[in-house]
């Protein structure tokens, strides 16, 4: 008989996973922790079954009909198998209503559930996410006809009145320069807003809603001058005539999710507040669609180290199984220091974001919440990329091929580092939270995670790499050529700093209760190194681009 290898199995995702355990263990008061074990216990289990059928399945894209056997426009979309669950998963177990409760901890409950359901959803947590971000900016708005009117459906409990929304920003002349924007307002002779344009990347085409920038008939050019409407896409069941699917984009990964380019013939519209500063507007969900996709950067993760990680106690090569081999261990050990770094800190993002919306955070927490976020999304995106294609290194080439459900994980990934802001644009964000109380924020916040550790030699490392950082800061602050060349380092810099930070608390913790994985990983994650400041340039840069 042929040797055959045995195929690596998927640990229950919520069982046997000590971190998300011992965080909600951590942060949440006994009775809400004992009522949420049930929905991530049932997450876990659809995230084994989902691993398992996609194994044994051939793989779906979704199709796009334009047209029917008669001639009619129709833009139908046939959705794959997790897709149709999609609803029913989301309001079942309140992926999208839990973060929205009236208590601080509604934002964590939410994040937990979407840590577990996100890579079995393939992907269906991009318009999840869009919708979560519509319906924060639409609270944030004020605008109560719009909240009565789309919110219940939003954040509906029953599949029956659930709504997806959109996220419509990006045209052929503006994807991160939004301010490029094309599409245009114009009221029509009742006074009904209409919307007349093209979008480039619709990530939630098969949605009810959308928010969508658009520049009011007349207003200037620029951001300034752009405004933020609500639209619905069915009349019904059939989408609306003035709004035309033209095809949906052949990508990288992210197969399952029909990304779509679309034209607005007239869709009617509704602003949510004043017909200028659209961007400001739409910033509320920006900052929560980037929070998700930090979280599902871990998860990625997540999933990837735990595929490598059985994987090598099932793989034999030169007379040990992998796990055994020295190097191979120190690489798998690796990866999980860092991503136990990336998962303190997106949760950290997700905790604080309940707790600023509550009015339940201490002074400095809200600018805490306004510069970790970007660096949460653009290190973790960064960071899954690596990991995924450390996880199918650590396969050898069996990590290459289509059918093991590998590769997609490294497909999937890329995409964290691009969609909701790209790795540069979010190093700029951060520099727009460090010129307010960002600073003083994070130097409040880390003395504080770091009050208890006793883990003096990390303790100090990431002090001196914040001094270091600030020092780069005030000398840097005064050439904005040299601060936005700087920006991704110091960004990488300060996001790492944070982790580790807010990994030493969760040692602390954690040893007192006789569990000292948390506290290796902060010493290997500390190893690894913090500080990725860069120098001055010195006119290499031009020179190198010659
Ligand atoms: C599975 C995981 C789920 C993930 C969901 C995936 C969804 C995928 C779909 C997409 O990818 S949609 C496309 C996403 N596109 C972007 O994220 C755009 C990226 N570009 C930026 O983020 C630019 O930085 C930005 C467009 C915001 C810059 O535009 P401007 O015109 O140069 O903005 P400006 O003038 O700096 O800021 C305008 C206002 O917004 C300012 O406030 P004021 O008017 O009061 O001065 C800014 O302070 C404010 N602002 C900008 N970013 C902010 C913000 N406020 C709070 N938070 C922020 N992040």
């Given at each position: 008989m042929e040797f055959l290898q045995a195929a690596p199995q998927l640990s229950h995702p919520y069982r046997s996973d000590r971190l998300l355990q011992a965080l909600l263990d951590r942060v949440l008061p006994a009775g809400r922790r004992a009522a949420l074990d049930a929905d991530l216990d049932v997450l876990g289990d659809y995230a084994v079954m989902a691993w398992q059928r996609a194994c044994s399945t051939t793989r779906r894209k979704p199709v796009l009909t334009r047209w029917d056997a008669w001639g009619r426009r129709v833009d139908r979309v046939e959705l794959t198998t997790a897709w149709q669950e999609g609803p029913v998963i989301t309001t079942g177990h309140a992926v999208l209503a839990a973060g929205h409760e009236d208590h601080e901890y509604g934002r964590l409950e939410a994040f937990a559930r979407v840590y577990l359901y996100h890579v079995a959803s393939e992907f269906y947590t991009c318009p999840l996410a869009m919708t979560d971000g519509a319906a924060t900016a639409l609270k944030a708005s004020g605008n109560r006809a719009l909240i009565e009117r789309a919110l219940p459906h939003f954040l509906s409990r029953d599949p029956a009145t659930f709504w997806l929304s959109g996220q419509w920003m990006t045209e052929t002349a503006g994807g991160s320069d939004v301010g490029n924007t094309e599409t245009v307002a114009r009221q029509d002779p009742e006074g009904q807003w209409r919307l007349y344009g093209r979008k480039w990347f619709s990530s939630a085409v098969v949605g009810e809603a959308a928010l969508a920038l658009a520049r009011p008939e007349g207003a200037g050019n620029g951001a300034g001058a752009l405004a933020l409407f609500y639209v619905e896409t069915m009349d019904d069941t059939q989408r609306k005539p003035e709004l035309v699917i033209d095809r949906l984009k052949d990508k990288l990964?992210?197969?399952?999710?029909?990304?779509?380019?679309?034209?607005?013939?007239?869709?009617?519209?509704?602003?949510?507040?004043?017909l200028a500063h659209g961007v400001r507007q739409v910033a509320p969900m920006l900052n929560v669609t980037r929070s998700w996709n930090a979280v599902c950067a871990v998860a990625s993760m997540a999933r990837a180290i735990r595929l490598a990680r059985d994987y090598a106690t099932r793989r034999q090569a030169f007379g040990h199984t992998l796990i055994d081999h020295p190097l191979h261990a120190r690489t798998l050990a690796d990866m999980q220091a860092s991503f136990e770094a990336a998962f303190a800190l997106s949760f950290e993002v997700a905790h604080l974001l309940g707790r600023v919306e509550h009015g339940a955070a201490a002074v400095h927490e809200a600018a805490l919440l306004r510069l970790l976020t970007p660096l949460a999304k653009l290190w973790t995106g960064k960071l899954a990329v690596a990991t995924c294609s450390e996880a199918l290194e650590c396969f050898g080439g069996a990590g290459y091929i289509e059918d093991t459900g590998l590769p997609q994980l490294l497909r999937d990934a890329q995409v964290y580092a691009i969609w909701e802001g790209t790795t540069n644009v979010l190093s700029l964000d951060t520099l727009r939270a460090l010129a307010g109380d960002g600073p003083d924020a994070l130097r409040t916040a880390v003395t504080g995670w770091?009050?208890?550790?006793?883990?003096?030699?990390?303790?100090?490392?990431?002090?001196?790499?914040?001094?270091?950082?600030?020092?780069?800061?005030?000398?840097?602050?005064?050439?904005?050529?040299?601060?936005?060349?700087?920006?991704?380092?110091?960004?990488?810099?300060?996001?790492?700093?944070?982790?580790?930070?807010?990994?030493?608390?969760?040692a602390t913790w954690a040893s007192a209760r006789g569990d000292r994985r948390p506290a290796s990983a902060l010493r290997r994650f500390v190893g690894l190194g913090l500080d990725r400041l860069v120098l001055p340039d010195a006119g290499d840069t031009r020179l190198l681009l010659d």
């Open positions: 990964g992210t197969h399952e999710l029909p990304t779509a380019e679309i034209h607005l013939e007239g869709l009617p519209a509704w602003p949510l507040g004043e770091l009050k208890d550790s006793d883990d003096m030699h990390a303790a100090s490392v990431i002090h001196q790499t914040l001094e270091a950082a600030a020092r780069w800061l005030d000398h840097n602050s005064g050439t904005r050529e040299t601060l936005e060349a700087g920006a991704r380092g110091l960004a990488f810099t300060l996001a790492r700093c944070a982790a580790a930070a807010l990994l030493a608390r969760q």
